[in-house]
């Protein structure tokens, strides 16, 4: 039996998708990749960068596009919507289970190998993990379409260059691959099929801390600390919050600021971290010891070129290096609901917040913000709006069951 252990950090930290995958594990013993097609050494793909997550389109034996979630903290490709299934014409599949940290079980299929493409990338022996019903609900957390999570399988064979300011990935062969110019070289180390580096933290009370940390593409958060509770505590000033959701229900923790994190010559300063508590440190038996993630949050600042096969990882400061580190000012957490994404609901509201104190509930639909309606703007708007500017006033628009009301919500900097 092999433990495949899959963790999510999305929604800036506030979102984590969390479950082992026990099984005798088909995914390991085969050679799985993908490589460029012919003779190319370089290829260009688009992507779209929604609540914190890397997301490109690909095909699936021929079907599709769907929309895949780069994520360098999955071991295992997954597909979380059961739809798929009979979209892309599966000739056999068999049956697995999935147990969550407390025990329960999930069960998923595990596929033949798939032919899977992106522009003028293919793969090769390739299969996936399918999950039978979707427990994560991506979709209505970004507002559109997501089918699944792509990770090693994809990074193993290729350098991946992730251009963040203008929302392309160069893909090369590693022989061919353009380093970053003026860039800075990371050591990178893959275990158990996710990359980890070595880097120093500094605490707000001046304590400098070594920390391996893994690399997650997939973890919307700046950073994420493990073991922190119990080495030493929180700092000072910090909130509880609700780090997630998993199979097994919400991961709790706290959300606070460490003074200085470094990356090779580069310096981030205050940067917004979470510290799960010490119940999730205890169940999650990670197969690889680390101390926690490094999250997009950190890595879009930098134009980033991934190389798994010379173990480096190149970084390059981007335009919006010295934006300050940013957490929610409102409270509440919200998403997407209705065939068509349109409607935003408030998920949960956290007590004696201001969403709280205004006097919004869960199951709450916001329909306009200042006066524009939800339709008219995109969700890195409503995220970017709502952590704005510590004392900031919004004007809300609020369904609840069949009464309208408008109400004001005056953000606050909490950490």
Same mark, same amino acid.
């Given at each position: 039996?092999?433990?495949?252990?899959?963790?999510?950090?999305?929604?800036?930290?506030?979102?984590?998708?969390?479950?082992?995958?026990?099984?005798?594990?088909?995914?390991?013993?085969?050679?799985?990749?993908?490589?460029?097609?012919?003779?190319?050494?370089?290829?260009?793909? @688009?992507?779209?960068?929604?609540?914190?997550?890397?997301?490109?389109?690909?095909?699936?034996?021929?079907?599709?596009?769907?929309?895949?979630?780069?994520?360098?903290?999955?071991?295992?490709?997954?597909? %979380?919507?059961?739809?798929?299934?009979?979209?892309?014409?599966?000739?056999?599949? #068999? %049956?697995?289970?999935?147990?969550?940290?407390?025990?329960?079980?999930?069960? *998923?299929?595990? +596929? @033949?190998? !798939?032919?899977?493409?992106? #522009?003028?990338? +293919?793969?090769?022996?390739?299969?996936?993990?399918?999950?039978?019903?979707?427990?994560?609900?991506?979709?209505?957390? +970004?507002?559109?379409? /997501?089918?699944?999570?792509?990770?090693?399988? &994809?990074?193993?064979?290729?350098?991946?260059?992730?251009?963040?300011?203008?929302?392309?990935?160069?893909?090369?062969?590693?022989?061919?691959?353009?380093?970053?110019?003026?860039?800075?070289?990371? @050591?990178?180390?893959?275990?158990?099929?996710?990359?980890?580096?070595?880097?120093?933290?500094?605490?707000?009370?001046?304590?400098?801390?070594?920390?391996?940390?893994?690399?997650?593409?997939?973890?919307?958060?700046?950073?994420?600390?493990?073991?922190?509770? *119990?080495?030493?505590? !929180?700092?000072?000033?910090? /909130?509880?919050?609700?780090?997630?959701?998993?199979?097994?229900?919400?991961?709790?923790?706290?959300?606070?600021?460490?003074?200085?994190?470094?990356?090779?010559?580069?310096?981030?300063?205050?940067?917004? %971290?979470? &510290?799960?508590?010490?119940?999730?440190?205890?169940? *999650?038996?990670?197969?690889?010891?680390?101390?926690?993630?490094?999250?997009?949050?950190?890595?879009?600042?930098?134009?980033? !070129?991934?190389?798994?096969?010379?173990?480096?990882?190149?970084?390059?400061?981007?335009?919006?290096?010295?934006?300050? &580190?940013?957490?929610?000012?409102?409270?509440?957490?919200?998403?997407?609901?209705?065939?068509?994404?349109?409607?935003?609901?408030?998920?949960?509201?956290?007590?004696?917040? @201001?969403?709280? /104190?205004?006097?919004?509930?869960?199951?709450?639909?916001?329909?306009?913000?200042?006066?524009?309606?939800?339709?008219?703007?995109?969700?890195?708007?409503?995220?970017?709006?709502?952590?704005?500017?510590?004392?900031?006033?919004?004007?809300?628009?609020?369904?609840?069951?069949?009464?309208?009301?408008?109400?004001?919500?005056?953000?606050?900097?909490?950490?």
């Amino acid at each position: 039996m092999q433990n495949h252990f899959i963790t999510r950090n999305t929604r800036g930290g506030c979102l984590r998708l969390l479950f082992f995958m026990l099984f005798a594990c088909p995914f390991a013993v085969r050679a799985q990749s993908f490589d460029l097609i012919g003779k190319k050494k370089h290829v260009n793909l @688009p992507f779209t960068t929604v609540r914190n997550m890397v997301v490109v389109k690909l095909t699936i034996n021929n079907k599709g596009p769907f929309n895949f979630i780069l994520d360098t903290g999955v071991g295992v490709m997954l597909i %979380t919507d059961p739809t798929l299934v009979d979209s892309i014409n599966l000739e056999s599949k #068999r %049956t697995i289970k999935i147990y969550g940290l407390n025990g329960d079980s999930y069960e *998923a299929y595990v +596929t @033949p190998n !798939l032919k899977i493409e992106m #522009r003028n990338i +293919t793969s090769t022996g390739v299969s996936a993990a399918i999950l039978k019903e979707d427990h994560f609900s991506l979709s209505s957390y +970004t507002g559109m379409p /997501i089918h699944g999570l792509l990770g090693y399988d &994809f990074f193993s064979n290729l350098a991946v260059r992730f251009n963040f300011y203008d929302s392309t990935i160069t893909v090369s062969k590693p022989l061919y691959a353009r380093q970053i110019r003026k860039g800075v070289k990371i @050591p990178l180390s893959i275990e158990d099929r996710k990359p980890y580096i070595f880097t120093d933290v500094k605490m707000p009370d001046g304590k400098i801390l070594s920390r391996k940390l893994l690399v997650d593409l997939g973890a919307g958060h700046p950073l994420s600390l493990e073991n922190m509770l *119990a080495e030493q505590g !929180l700092p000072e000033n910090f /909130i509880p919050g609700n780090l997630g959701m998993g199979l097994t229900g919400p991961i709790k923790g706290y959300i606070s600021r460490v003074s200085e994190i470094r990356l090779g010559s580069y310096k981030l300063n205050n940067v917004i %971290t979470s &510290f799960p508590d010490t119940g999730y440190i205890k169940n *999650a038996a990670l197969s690889v010891p680390r101390d926690g993630n490094l999250g997009i949050g950190v890595l879009k600042r930098f134009t980033v !070129l991934i190389d798994y096969s010379n173990n480096a990882l190149y970084i390059k400061k981007g335009p919006n290096f010295n934006e300050p &580190f940013e957490h929610d000012m409102t409270g509440m957490e919200y998403f997407f609901d209705g065939v068509d994404f349109s409607h935003l609901i408030v998920g949960r509201v956290e007590i004696g917040s @201001p969403a709280d /104190i205004m006097g919004l509930k869960k199951d709450d639909e916001i329909l306009a913000i200042n006066l524009k309606t939800i339709d008219q703007m995109s969700i890195e708007q409503i995220d970017n709006l709502f952590r704005s500017k510590d004392g900031r006033n919004l004007l809300l628009d609020v369904r609840r069951d069949k009464r309208l009301f408008r109400t004001v919500i005056a953000l606050k900097k909490r950490i």
